[in-house]
């Protein structure tokens, strides 16, 4: 049965985010809901998209990019403390204003290399900023692990309405965002070099 009229990857994909931003879940997301908002049977998807898992990827992809332009721009004309509060904020509104695809955007690269590419444009603009803190790689990476995971963590509890104290969880996310700030700024390693002792003396150990 010949695919129809008009109807292309872009279009499929698109049906699927708007299903996703409806749902809020990934796992929501199917073929047949994709084709019965597009008003086509299921098989007409296949000539567009290789079954469920590469409709998924594509949604991956289409998140990741939206993330990416989103941090990016965040830290535009940013540095230092500034830059990081901006980034996580910005992390943390994605992930409130779009849980579905921010949920499409935890895929394990594995050997994709598209995949891969997407996910180093949203590591990128924090990764620069730790970079200008002067942290090593390792460092660096230890860093992003425990952002990203406050923010994983703090978007998931929200999304799935575990968040049921009576206090602003937009006021939490702020409280999140200084503290970041904070604890780089203390970690720096030009910082912890600056209140070493003069004179190559080292304080005493406990």
């Known amino acids: 049965m010949a695919a129809p009229v008009g109807l292309d990857r872009e279009a499929v994909v698109d049906a699927a985010v708007a299903v996703l931003e409806e749902q809020s879940r990934l796992d929501a997301v199917g073929l047949r809901p994709v084709a019965e908002r597009?008003?086509?049977?299921?098989?007409?998807?296949?000539?567009h998209v290789d079954g469920a898992d590469d409709l998924r990827r594509a949604l991956a992809l289409r998140g990741l990019d939206a993330l990416a332009d989103r941090l990016t721009e965040a830290a535009i004309g940013r540095a230092g403390p500034d830059a990081v509060g901006?980034?996580?904020?910005?992390?943390?509104?994605?992930?409130?204003?779009?849980?579905?695809?921010?949920?499409?955007?935890?895929?394990?690269?594995?050997?994709?290399?598209?995949?891969g590419v997407a996910m180093t444009a949203?590591?990128?603009?924090?990764?620069l900023v730790l970079a200008s803190f002067g942290f090593d790689e390792t460092d660096a990476i230890h860093w992003y692990r425990?952002?990203?995971?406050?923010?994983?963590?703090f978007s998931t509890l929200r999304r799935d309405g575990n968040l049921?104290?009576?206090?602003?969880?937009?006021?939490?996310a702020a409280r999140i965002t200084a503290m970041f700030t904070r604890e780089l700024e203390q970690a720096r390693p030009?910082?912890?070099?600056?209140?070493a002792p003069r004179g190559g003396r080292r304080p005493p150990r406990r």
């Open 38 to 47: 597009l008003g086509v049977r299921v098989q007409s998807l296949y000539a």
């Open 86 to 115: 901006a980034i996580v904020q910005a992390y943390l509104d994605f992930a409130s204003e779009h849980p579905g695809l921010y949920d499409a955007t935890l895929r394990p690269p594995g050997s994709d290399p598209e995949i």
């Open 122 to 127: 949203v590591t990128r603009p924090l990764d």
């Open 146 to 153: 425990i952002i990203f995971s406050t923010v994983h963590g």
């Open 164 to 172: 049921t104290l009576d206090a602003d969880p937009d006021e939490t």
């Open 190 to 195: 030009a910082r912890r070099q600056s209140q």
